[in-house]
């Protein structure tokens, strides 16, 4: 079991959840984020001062699976992010699940993740 | 000074203050407009609302100034009674008898000029609400600038101004046609040549977008039910009180019945108490009631008003149906409405003709149509209406503005 | 017309201008009781709270056109001097001139039922704000379109229908008891019966359940203090200048002591200056002054001020002590500073007999104590008063109205 | 009552009813003050602004029925023309004739109390924007006390007490120098010896710390804008219809050309439309015209505003080039325009003097710098003036108050 | 040492936190999440159309423990959520942790995560 | 390659930010996040009533870094975070991470971290 932590632009968000249901991957928790990469800062104006913002509205993705399924994630993330070549596109890191349980249920393992 | 005389300044006086607190009143409709388009629209797109609410007032009233008042009042036509142009900037009567006798001694001069003033920009401020989120902020406001300085003003004189549809008859007490209407034919053609927001209609069909502050929308249609008593009362153009009295009963009445109307049908459609649609409700019956809330009767304006109530819930359904997307509902409100009111006062008013009304209806409906689609295409070639697909998803604020309107807030720019 | 005559003219003409102005005034109230509920409350349960306050008002408004305004003024009483009905509807009296000489030639017909009906909605508005973020939205509809159709307007007969209080000498300039206790009391009733919000009174002792919008919350106060110069100063019932001048100044001085007065005492008390109780503090003194805000010596009025800013506070933390929950402190403000400014008058006013006012205050208690319990009670049986556990947890925004009121902002939904 | 004095009688009536409806006006500016100035700093200052911004409301009005209002209006001078005190309270005139006999017949010693009233916490509110988000509340709260209750006061009776600056021909209308810049002075001073907020001037230059609601700074903006029609139609001190009608055009165009001015200039410096320059450009607008509202010429009014709007915007940077670090932009709004405008009277009006008015302006300065150093250091002395670093890095509102403004939202309090 | 991540409903947040302390677990953050996952979706209405939303809010928790704390994190968690047996009640995942770290002290290690 | 999860006080964030970036560690995710703790809980007052909050605002940091960064990124936060020896300074996680994505590129493993 692995768990998938993606930092997207958000308005890629709506496109990648289609093609993750497209993959039969249904779960996923998404949070709010920020994140200072290599992306050309933002340029800001307030009160006639300009000022650069690095700090860029994100939005990182977690999802849980099981090792089968990560290529899978792994293709619908890229695909819709990829279509450009900007920088500042995100990035992918995979983390190894020890257990999983379904709070429901209180079933375990591969068998709780989906 | 003998006892009828100061009898007479007295009341010229009184009728005067009058016309003043309805100036004021019509002002804080701007930010009434401004606060409930902010409020049904994205985060995102905030500081740019309020950038185009804030200019296009302060444009409005300037070019008011420079040729829009005496267009609207040319005192003589030139072309027909269809145009008329009393010159260029607002030329202080003279002494201050002159400030006294204009208006059959009712108000003076600057009262009579900053009283329409505030009317004017309301008309592009409508229009603002149907292309929001996605209109190029130069765009919009050369379209508004040239609209509210020409088109309002010349439509304006063919009833207001004593011109042809005065002549026949026709009758807008307030401006349900005048104003509403001919801000909402441009709202309309607007938002149609510019196409629906990314996202609103997709192969799943329609999704709403949802307005990203119920308290600011709300905030915005209190001020601007507020601001209707100077709307209408200020229309009565004196304080005569038996009128004014009538014509707030007969506003109030007509707000609460379209909340009532809104509130029955929207609930009976989607089995939910829809706040969005309840808020439109009382615009709806303030709009309607406008064209004739000095010779309706308060049991019919309770009518007109309900039936404002219903048709703006309709209307919204509708509008979407045929894929043209209002962020506000400003068609609806404005449009449907207003033409709904006017065509009232030849159905409740026994002095009025309804083919009349009918007839200025349509008459406003080819001048805005034709005006507003040569305008808009005009732009569209020259400039462009339409910010990129980029920024409209990033939001107008930081593409055209490069600054947040809630800077430290979390916020979700999608879903 | 002669001199005489043009100025009695003029005289009638502003004193229903400043009448007309008043019921703006008191109609932006409305505004500001949405916006101080909404900021004192949940961000969950925002779409809700705004959904009541607008409906209400339409509600209130027509149902006063229907049978309110004639069950308050009924003209002639058909039942002791305790209940009279002057007929359906509102009756267009004849003519220009029936209009003039309507209510002592100070303004007219349609001026007296529109100011009368702006007040109207307030009681129930009252109420919404102690049973606030747990009632069931029908069942607070059904009960308020009751109470404001027939219990106010019946109870306010009894002093402003010139009925049985009025001929005893009890004294109620603008409404401390009239709207605000009536008010009042439905809030304490129905909070008692309701009973608390989940997580309030915990096992670990009183857990404060904080509003999600100071800024919206002191919007709602600004907005109800600039209303009550037309609460008050429309209760005068004419222009008269030395009258209206000096309301607007005990009012002024009211207001700003009962700031003053819960500064100090909730600053000395939690040892930290407390935004939400110097809001309240500045209704409790406007709450207080109305009852005699035309016979209170501005001097007294900042001492009846600044006493319902003590009060205000120690009641709101009373009534934490009975488990009574009152989310934005309408009990505290209206009901315990309404009687204070009730029995005020005995204690100020030389001309007045604090029996006397006692007498009305008690009449009042009885008769709302009883009515709202019977309500409550009766709706509670047939539809059943309180949301479900789970509604209440997610928020009533989801529950009632499927709507969010900001939409994509990250919102903790508890704590 | 014959003929004449019955007219006189409705004359009085209505210039009273004008006064009263300004002093309203005035009154909901200090909602719109509260509104830019929490729309303009961070959200974790929010409820020490909004605490400010009441309380100096309440004590400003108290403390000028204490000594203030006599203070200003002194009836005779015990000191040269510099300085006179008419007694403590305010006393009741005798009877209602006394009432009508006030200030020739044209409002009520009531009325006039309370005009003046509304404006002098506005002195005090003026400064509270420029130190906000590092002042301790108490020695704010202390500071705008001594300042509103004797600074502002004693500065207003040289010239509208009829001191010496009035004697010397010096003309303010309706306070661009009396209000404006009295408050300005103060707020510069306790700008600069506040020092920067942290962060604001870093080793990489200026960085620009944005307010968290650009929708509450546009409804203060507006709700300013709205109440400006009081605070310079009242000042006309009648109902005059000429004179409050042109005070109307000119406060209207010149706000309309305060935001064009604004909008041009930091357009073509930043490259982008700044929605926080174009809103302190309306201001700017509205400040420049007030000291000669009425006596400038509907043209000239346009002239005067469109300068002041290109001159606010170079002022807040060159503020900030100074390092004098003033979050909402009051100094440059109330100081710089305040004088510009007192000086433009000078310039576009014949009747005046440019010398009178820079003799004024100077003398306004001086008195004001000396008395808010004085105050300010003293102050700072024994109470200490700035909350510690980890307080305003947390933000006042849990420093000061234990308490936050947006219980539930997400809010970043950093960056 | 292991890192619980446990997705669970707002509501239930303060008596979760309850049953946490009463095992002895003091220590936690917590983030807002949006979640998508089986539950039924919830449906709301704009303007008169009705539209599903499917990514509901929910409670980020993120618990680090030493290994003996795992299983009565895990009954604190399930315990409160069980109560009914609906669909959403959320997932818990169990990720290992290699180091930890108290910043105000430097210490690291199981001793620096109580 | 390894995941740096740190809790921090917020106000430290800019300063955390500047000793990144001098370390040159140029890329981290932010999140907003409220923490329970030992710290002492903040009082709060609201209409009279005073209460403990024990949930207080937490920035939350996300670092993704090849191994041999970890020390300096260790030694960045805890630079800044421990200049006094307050309770609630916050804690550092270390995770192993077993792959990294650029999405952008696809680029994977060391290469795409940075
Ligand atoms: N090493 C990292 N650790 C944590 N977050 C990262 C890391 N690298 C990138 N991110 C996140 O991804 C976002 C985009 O990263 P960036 O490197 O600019 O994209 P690209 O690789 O396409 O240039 C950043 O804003 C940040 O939130
Ligand atoms: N595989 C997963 N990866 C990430 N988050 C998940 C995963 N499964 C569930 N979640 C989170 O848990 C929440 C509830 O999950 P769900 O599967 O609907 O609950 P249940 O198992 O009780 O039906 C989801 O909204 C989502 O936030
Ligand atoms: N074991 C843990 N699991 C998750 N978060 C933790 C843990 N320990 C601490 N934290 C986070 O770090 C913050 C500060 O922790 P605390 O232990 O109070 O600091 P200190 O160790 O300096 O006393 C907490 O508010 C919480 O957000």
Same mark, same amino acid.
């Given at each position: 079991?692995?768990?998938?932590?993606?930092?997207?632009?958000?308005?890629?968000?709506?496109?990648?959840?289609?093609?993750?249901?497209?993959?039969?991957?249904?779960?996923?928790?998404?949070?709010?984020?920020? $994140?200072?990469?290599?992306?050309? %800062?933002?340029? /800001?104006?307030? &009160?006639?001062? =300009?000022? #650069?913002?690095?700090?860029?509205?994100?939005?990182?993705?977690?999802?849980?699976?099981?090792?089968?399924?990560?290529?899978?994630?792994?293709?619908?993330?890229?695909?819709?992010?990829?279509?450009?070549?900007?920088?500042?596109? $995100?990035?992918?890191?995979?983390? %190894?699940?020890? /257990?999983?349980? &379904?709070?429901? =249920?209180? #079933?375990?393992?591969?068998?709780?993740?989906? | 000074?003998?006892?009828?005389?100061?009898?007479?300044?007295?009341?010229?006086?009184?009728?005067?203050?009058?016309?003043?607190?309805?100036?004021?009143?019509?002002?804080?409709?701007?930010?009434?407009?401004?606060?409930?388009?902010?409020?049904?629209?994205?985060?995102?797109?905030?500081?740019?609302?309020?950038?185009?609410?804030?200019?296009?007032?302060?444009?409005?009233?300037?070019?008011?100034?420079?040729?829009?008042?005496?267009?609207?009042?040319?005192?003589?036509?030139?072309?027909?009674?269809?145009?008329?142009?009393?010159?260029?900037?607002?030329?202080?009567?003279?002494?201050?008898?002159?400030?006294?006798?204009?208006?059959?001694?009712?108000?003076?001069?600057?009262?009579?000029?900053?009283?329409?003033?505030?009317?004017?920009?309301?008309?592009?401020?409508?229009?603002?609400?149907?292309?929001?989120?996605?209109?190029?902020?130069?765009?919009?406001?050369?379209?508004?600038?040239?609209?509210?300085?020409?088109?309002?003003?010349?439509?304006?004189?063919?009833?207001?101004?004593?011109?042809?549809?005065?002549?026949?008859?026709?009758?807008?007490?307030?401006?349900?046609?005048?104003?509403?209407?001919?801000?909402?034919?441009?709202?309309?053609?607007?938002?149609?040549?510019?196409?629906?927001?990314?996202?609103?209609?997709?192969?799943?069909?329609?999704?709403?977008?949802?307005?990203?502050?119920?308290?600011?929308?709300?905030?915005?249609?209190?001020?601007?039910?507020?601001?209707?008593?100077?709307?209408?009362?200020?229309?009565?153009?004196?304080?005569?009180?038996?009128?004014?009295?009538?014509?707030?009963?007969?506003?109030?009445?007509?707000?609460?019945?379209?909340?009532?109307?809104?509130?029955?049908?929207?609930?009976?459609?989607?089995?939910?108490?829809?706040?969005?649609?309840?808020?439109?409700?009382?615009?709806?019956?303030?709009?309607?009631?406008?064209?004739?809330?000095?010779?309706?009767?308060?049991?019919?304006?309770?009518?007109?008003?309900?039936?404002?109530?219903?048709?703006?819930?309709?209307?919204?359904?509708?509008?979407?149906?045929?894929?043209?997307?209002?962020?506000?509902?400003?068609?609806?409100?404005?449009?449907?409405?207003?033409?709904?009111?006017?065509?009232?006062?030849?159905?409740?008013?026994?002095?009025?003709?309804?083919?009349?009304?009918?007839?200025?209806?349509?008459?406003?409906?080819?001048?805005?149509?034709?005006?507003?689609?040569?305008?808009?295409?005009?732009?569209?070639?020259?400039?462009?209406?339409?910010?990129?697909?980029?920024?409209?998803?990033?939001?107008?604020?930081?593409?055209?503005?490069?600054?947040?309107?809630?800077?430290?807030?979390?916020?979700?720019?999608?879903?």
């Amino acid at each position: 079991m692995k768990l998938i932590i993606a930092i997207i632009q958000p308005e890629e968000l709506p496109q990648i959840k289609e093609e993750l249901i497209k993959r039969k991957i249904y779960k996923f928790t998404v949070t709010n984020a920020k $994140g200072q990469g290599k992306e050309i %800062p933002v340029q /800001e104006v307030y &009160r006639g001062l =300009s000022h #650069e913002v690095t700090l860029l509205n994100k939005v990182r993705l977690e999802i849980a699976l099981n090792d089968d399924f990560v290529n899978d994630a792994i293709e619908a993330i890229t695909k819709v992010a990829q279509k450009d070549g900007d920088k500042g596109r $995100g990035k992918i890191f995979i983390l %190894p699940i020890e /257990e999983c349980i &379904r709070i429901r =249920s209180g #079933e375990r393992g591969s068998e709780a993740i989906g | 000074m003998d006892g009828i005389a100061k009898a007479d300044s007295a009341l010229f006086t009184i009728n005067n203050v009058w016309m003043l607190v309805s100036t004021i009143l019509v002002f804080i409709m701007h930010l009434g407009f401004a606060s409930l388009e902010v409020g049904l629209t994205r985060a995102k797109n905030t500081v740019n609302i309020l950038f185009k609410n804030v200019s296009i007032l302060a444009i409005g009233i300037l070019t008011y100034s420079i040729c829009g008042f005496n267009l609207m009042y040319p005192g003589n036509f030139a072309f027909g009674e269809y145009f008329g142009f009393g010159g260029w900037g607002i030329s202080t009567p003279e002494g201050s008898a002159g400030l006294i006798d204009y208006f059959n001694g009712q108000y003076t001069y600057f009262t009579d000029f900053i009283f329409q003033a505030m009317f004017a920009a309301t008309a592009a401020t409508i229009v603002s609400g149907a292309v929001a989120e996605r209109i190029k902020l130069s765009s919009f406001l050369i379209f508004s600038t040239i609209y509210v300085a020409f088109v309002y003003p010349i439509a304006g004189s063919w009833k207001w101004g004593e011109g042809w549809l005065d002549s026949k008859g026709f009758y807008d007490f307030a401006g349900s046609t005048l104003v509403h209407s001919v801000g909402g034919w441009a709202a309309l053609i607007g938002a149609y040549i510019l196409g629906p927001r990314i996202g609103k209609y997709g192969n799943k069909g329609i999704i709403p977008i949802m307005g990203h502050s119920m308290p600011l929308a709300s905030i915005g249609v209190f001020l601007l039910w507020f601001g209707w008593y100077g709307f209408n009362g200020g229309s009565v153009l004196s304080a005569d009180p038996g009128n004014i009295s009538l014509v707030f009963v007969t506003t109030t009445l007509g707000a609460a019945a379209g909340v009532l109307g809104a509130m029955t049908l929207s609930w009976y459609l989607s089995k939910k108490p829809d706040l969005s649609m309840v808020l439109n409700g009382s615009l709806a019956g303030l709009v309607g009631i406008t064209a004739g809330a000095d010779v309706i009767s308060p049991m019919n304006s309770v009518i007109v008003g309900y039936i404002a109530g219903l048709l703006v819930v309709a209307s919204v359904l509708f509008f979407d149906r045929l894929r043209i997307d209002d962020p506000v509902g400003a068609i609806s409100v404005h449009l449907v409405c207003g033409i709904w009111g006017t065509l009232a006062v030849g159905i409740f008013s026994a002095e009025h003709s309804f083919i009349t009304q009918f007839i200025g209806v349509f008459s406003y409906a080819v001048f805005c149509i034709i005006s507003s689609f040569i305008l808009f295409l005009s732009i569209d070639k020259l400039l462009g209406l339409r910010v990129s697909e980029d920024e409209e998803l990033t939001g107008l604020d930081l593409g055209e503005h490069d600054m947040e309107a809630y800077s430290g807030f979390q916020i979700f720019t999608v879903e």
